[in-house]
């Protein structure tokens, strides 16, 4: 039971579709780590959000959320009873949020495109007692570009801040417990934060210059931490062939500022927009879940998710507000190979978007439609 149905759960961890603080769009999960023996894995996950609203001026803001894919992959060896490593590979923040130009006259053609990667090396000893302690370094490069446009972005409407591509390294440290006679197991992960310096241009569409674009001052450095957080997840046998499991993730997304320098300097030298770019609230997500094995090789899930509102008004380009959902999955065992499928749907909460305390448009009834596969072999 420990391995058919643990699989299935750990999905939720390892290919299940977030859209948690608006970029995180795959959990950062080291469940590869407690498997069995020595475990390869592929993961592969895609979602379609349907984010629209309306704006201050009355005018509908389109569908502002572009579908998204995002992979993974895991390796695990056991080297003696008590050592083991892993390597992982995963793309765990992303933006593709596009407000399209013509809809809302005060945030049509604001964008933001984000991609990055994570790449994780740990390390377990697990002692006779089956407590466990973990440690791991982390490298990250990312890249992106915003765009602000539209009338609630005033004389800096049209202004552009492209991020080239930068590295950061961070680091992640926990603990765990197992009690293999009933599938239980319980972790606690801390993954801290991860700073880059990206080399950043900024510039503004100007009349004057036949609509061409006119840099804002010279290259300059923008500092963008990565939030920190805390992973608790659990699982347990709770009858034959029946687990119960479930996470509680905490991430400090207000630590996550993107402030290009023309942008939040004082005047003259710069707009004295001083929260830069983008500002988001920090965020607790809950999942609870229950496996069941069918037979040999079929086990399945169902797990509901829960993240609780913050206060308003949020980021454009982070446009709900908490959200609730639920999600199904089945996995296929066939000798060392395990075959896992998911697909997850969840309500969006509505959110009041804009700068300060300025709302710029009203978001509602959203929703986000995702699924996620993974394929395992143990060796």
């Given at each position: 039971?420990?391995t ?40 592969f996950?895609h ?6 609203g ?45 407000y ?12 933001a ?9 740990i ?19 990312a ?47 801390y ?31 923008t ?7 805390w ?15 479930g ?5 400090k ?15 003259p ?14 965020t ?52 060392a ?6 697909v997850s ?22 929703s ?12």
């Amino acid at each position: 039971m420990k391995t058919t149905l643990g699989s299935v759960a750990a999905l939720l961890m390892t290919a299940a579709p977030l859209f948690a603080g608006g970029i995180e769009r795959a959990p950062q999960s080291i469940n590869a780590i407690f498997e069995p023996g020595n475990y390869a894995e592929f993961s592969f996950g895609h979602a379609n959000p349907r984010v629209d609203g309306t704006d201050v001026a009355g005018f509908r803001t389109g569908s502002v959320g572009k579908s998204y894919s995002f992979g993974g992959f895991a390796y695990k060896t056991q080297i003696n009873d008590h050592w083991s490593a892993a390597f992982l590979v995963e793309t765990p923040f992303g933006s593709d949020v596009v407000y399209p130009a013509g809809r809302s006259v005060v945030l049509g053609g604001t964008k933001a495109e984000v991609s990055s990667a994570t790449f994780t090396g740990i390390v377990r000893y697990k002692a006779d007692n089956n407590i466990g302690v973990h440690a791991g370094i982390r490298a990250s490069r990312a890249s992106g570009t915003v765009d602000l446009v539209g009338a609630g972005y005033g004389p800096l409407s049209t202004y552009r801040a492209d991020l080239d591509t930068s590295w950061g390294t961070g680091w992640l440290a926990g603990v765990s417990w197992e009690r293999p006679d009933i599938a239980a197991r319980v972790s606690l992960t801390y993954q801290s934060e991860i700073s880059h310096d990206f080399d950043t241009n900024e510039s503004i569409t100007s009349p004057l210059a036949g609509g061409a674009r006119v840099p804002l001052g010279g290259q300059t450095t923008t500092e963008v931490t990565t939030p920190r957080s805390w992973n608790l997840e659990g699982q347990t046998g709770i009858a034959a062939d029946t687990l119960l499991f479930g996470s509680v993730r905490w991430v400090k997304w207000s630590e996550f500022k993107v402030k290009p320098a023309f942008l939040t300097v004082p005047p003259p030298r710069g707009a004295g927009i001083t929260e830069g770019i983008v500002s988001l609230d920090d965020t607790i997500t809950y999942t609870l879940g229950v496996g069941r094995k069918f037979n040999d090789n079929w086990s399945g899930l169902m797990a509901v998710v829960y993240e609780p509102k913050n206060d308003e008004p949020l980021s454009p380009l982070a446009p709900y507000n908490g959200r609730k959902g639920i999600s199904l999955g089945a996995s296929y065992t066939q000798g060392a190979m395990k075959v896992t499928g998911i697909v997850s749907y969840s309500r969006l909460g509505d959110a009041a978007v804009g700068r300060g305390e300025t709302t710029y448009a009203n978001m509602k009834d959203n929703s986000i439609l995702g699924v996620g596969v993974r394929v395992g072999y143990s060796f």
